[in-house]
């Protein structure tokens, strides 16, 4: 078994009088591909910062063994990050920020970074507050990309692109970085579009970790049921920790249920990932 | 092309597409696969899923593993394949469609008389 590649344990962190985080536990293995997923406001973005070492926490943070806020410039050799507000140089031009990066970063290959952008409409000539904002984000992947990273953290890296353009972006990533020795943890809202890249899901709720399972175990673990008006009193006795109507048909997320007693009433899938977020979330008072 | 069905299990429905590839003579045997990365990035799906549809069809022989150049479909893939596949079919699938048939009151005979059917 390799040590994992973050470590995190009791977690808190406090803005004035506020405490955002309540005390995260969770570890990440070598070579997996995490979702961290919640609301906003939830906790995501600051659970990233500690973790690189960005913001100041209570409690005990490793990444690749090291602590993030007392040792951020060794860690940031093996680690990469897009931030959801993320801005480059606008003053320089593309062929220039690579030239940049490659004199203040042990780890970032120019050359790299501009076969990554061969193929695309980023120009390396290109002054880079005239691209486009799908522009930006092939840019910004390729810089990320270059840097020979163990940890690649993409916090809403997508964010206000098109479709064609997150396509383009996931696949990217599969094919031209992600291996197994690296890791990736990615926090989006666009659930659905991600959900089988993932190997494993964070989510967190109100500053807390309300669920820490690999996918597959999502699968065992939870099931939804669809049933007619006339069965959902025998579904609800099998107590779903979430239901909803929609079209005249019940849904309902079980967890830990029998699969074979839920066949019985009606059409029995694995929730996807969006799905079961809305129950996770809504638990208190989905269920009344 | 990339949408998945929610009853079953991802790498089951990619070791199908696989299989299906072999089945239909789109891969033949000998040939490579597409490798676990390409299927990964055209599917948007985790290696690791990947890998595990593969190594399902590895455990029965009919896909062969290289070192360093990939997946390829081994000799007789096809004939195991479709063994296989008729055995899965006959005790899983068949006694289930066959109860459903009865049920709707329909004849075999009949539905098999049916021209285009």
Request: no cysteine; net charge negative.
């Amino acid at each position: 078994m390799t040590n994992p590649i973050v470590s995190v344990h009791g977690l808190k962190k406090r803005f004035g009088p506020n405490e955002i985080l309540h005390g995260l536990d969770f570890e990440i293995p070598v070579g997996r591909i995490y979702g961290l997923i919640g609301h906003n406001g939830a906790g995501k973005t600051t659970t990233l910062n500690a973790m690189l070492g960005l913001t100041s926490y209570e409690g005990s943070v490793q990444v690749l063994g090291e602590d993030p806020y007392k040792h951020r410039a060794r860690l940031m050799k093996n680690v990469a990050f897009i931030s959801d507000v993320a801005s480059l140089p606008r003053f320089l031009k593309v062929r220039e920020l690579f030239a940049m990066l490659s004199d203040i970063h042990p780890n970032f290959s120019a050359e790299r970074a501009a076969s990554f952008l061969e193929g695309t409409d980023v120009k390396p000539g290109a002054l880079i507050a005239n691209l486009s904002k799908g522009m930006l984000a092939q840019l910004h992947l390729a810089v990320v990309m270059a840097i020979d990273a163990r940890l690649l953290v993409l916090d809403e890296p997508t964010l206000g692109l098109d479709i064609t353009y997150r396509k383009r972006f996931y696949r990217r990533l599969l094919e031209d970085y992600m291996t197994a020795d690296r890791t990736l943890l990615i926090t989006t809202h666009q659930v659905d579009e991600i959900e089988f890249m993932l190997s494993d899901i964070i989510f967190i709720k109100d500053g807390l970790v309300v669920l820490h399972s690999t996918m597959d175990d999502v699968g065992n673990r939870y099931a939804q049921l669809s049933v007619s008006p006339d069965r959902a009193e025998a579904g609800m006795a099998l107590k779903p920790v979430f239901a909803e109507t929609r079209f005249g048909q019940t849904v309902m997320v079980f967890d830990g249920a029998d699969r074979g007693a839920l066949e019985v009433l009606g059409a029995v899938t694995t929730p996807t990932l969006s799905d079961l977020f809305v129950a996770l979330m809504s638990r208190e008072t989905g269920v009344k | 092309m990339t949408s998945f069905n929610e009853t079953q299990p991802i790498f089951v429905q990619i070791r199908q597409r696989i299989a299906a590839m072999i089945l239909n003579e789109t891969a033949k045997e000998g040939e490579a696969l597409p490798s676990v990365r390409s299927i990964a990035a055209d599917l948007s799906v985790n290696p690791l899923t990947v890998t595990r549809a593969y190594d399902a069809l590895v455990d029965l022989d009919v896909v062969e593993s290289r070192r360093g150049m990939g997946m390829f479909v081994a000799s007789g893939a096809r004939e195991k394949l479709l063994g296989h596949e008729r055995e899965t079919f006959l005790a899983d699938e068949w006694p289930r469609i066959r109860s459903q048939i009865k049920a709707l009151g329909l004849d075999l005979d009949a539905l098999l008389k049916e021209p285009g059917k």
